[in-house]
């Protein structure tokens, strides 16, 4: 995971530096107006319409009933992914976005003297609507609301006091499936990009039909729109 970290770090950083080359190199002018409506986004001639990369760490916790399964220090994971976005009105700033993502969640425990740590590693699909606050030619603040799916495609949970490894999405661990809200803002300077977002999980991610466990995320995002 370091070495694919590493180099995803690695293409973010060429695409940014390519990126901004370009910015300088023309400042956009001549048909791609960076100005208004959060940037406009009209590169390509379809105004209104965008796309995006993002990357950054997310901090996570594991809120259940279950003592056992309940994850409430926060653990560090990454997430990436791609994003496309269009303006709902010409009149009006308002963006729906949508995305693929990979993001790791999961939280660490205390139970009975033994720490065990809970690592969910998601594929993750987030709708947002987002308002678009121009503050001058250059920069906008952009808050946002909406939602997110996932679903689970891997991850460990470690008992390091007995020394046992399971898979997380296994039968008395977790489910698959997480769903819930996500609320944040973003901001853009020329066609770099930040957000910090909050999800909070709303799907029972617990297998016991007695007992709810909820993932709850906050993430942190750079990247660059184009």
């Given at each position: 995971?370091k070495?694919?970290l590493?180099?995803?770090?690695?293409?973010?950083?060429s695409?940014?530096?390519?990126?901004?080359q370009?910015?300088q190199?023309?400042?956009?002018?001549?048909?791609r107006?960076?100005?208004?409506?959060?940037?406009?986004y009209?590169?390509?001639?379809?105004?209104?319409v965008?796309?995006g990369?993002?990357?950054g760490?997310?901090?996570?916790?594991v809120?259940?009933?279950?003592?056992?399964l309940?994850g409430g220090?926060t653990?560090?994971?990454?997430n990436f992914?791609v994003f496309t976005?269009?303006?709902?009105?010409p009149?009006?700033?308002?963006?729906?976005?949508?995305g693929?993502?990979?993001?790791?969640?999961g939280?660490?425990?205390?139970y009975?003297?033994?720490k065990i740590?809970?690592?969910?590693?998601?594929?993750?699909?987030p709708i947002?609507?987002?308002?678009?606050?121009?503050?001058n030619e250059?920069?906008?603040?952009?808050p946002?609301?909406?939602?997110?799916?996932?679903?689970?495609?891997?991850?460990?949970?470690k008992?390091?006091?007995?020394?046992?490894?399971v898979?997380?999405?296994?039968k008395?661990?977790?489910?698959h499936?997480d769903?819930g809200l996500?609320?944040?803002?973003?901001?853009?300077y020329d066609?770099?990009?930040?957000d910090l977002?909050y999800?909070l999980?709303?799907?029972n991610i617990?297998?016991?039909e007695?007992?709810?466990?909820?993932n709850?995320?906050?993430?942190?995002?750079?990247g660059?729109?184009?």
């Amino acid at each position: 995971m370091k070495k694919f970290l590493i180099v995803a770090i690695a293409l973010l950083t060429s695409v940014l530096t390519m990126e901004a080359q370009g910015y300088q190199g023309n400042n956009y002018r001549g048909g791609r107006d960076f100005s208004m409506y959060a940037n406009r986004y009209d590169r390509f001639g379809r105004e209104g319409v965008y796309m995006g990369l993002r990357l950054g760490p997310s901090f996570t916790t594991v809120d259940s009933d279950d003592k056992a399964l309940d994850g409430g220090s926060t653990k560090t994971g990454l997430n990436f992914g791609v994003f496309t976005g269009m303006q709902l009105s010409p009149k009006a700033p308002v963006f729906l976005e949508g995305g693929l993502m990979y993001v790791e969640k999961g939280g660490k425990n205390l139970y009975e003297g033994k720490k065990i740590t809970y690592s969910l590693r998601y594929l993750e699909l987030p709708i947002v609507v987002k308002y678009g606050i121009q503050v001058n030619e250059h920069f906008s603040v952009q808050p946002l609301a909406g939602g997110y799916f996932a679903l689970g495609i891997g991850g460990k949970s470690k008992n390091f006091a007995d020394r046992e490894v399971v898979h997380s999405f296994s039968k008395h661990m977790f489910k698959h499936f997480d769903g819930g809200l996500r609320f944040g803002c973003g901001v853009t300077y020329d066609l770099f990009y930040a957000d910090l977002t909050y999800d909070l999980g709303l799907a029972n991610i617990c297998h016991d039909e007695f007992d709810t466990s909820h993932n709850r995320s906050l993430s942190l995002s750079l990247g660059v729109n184009f």
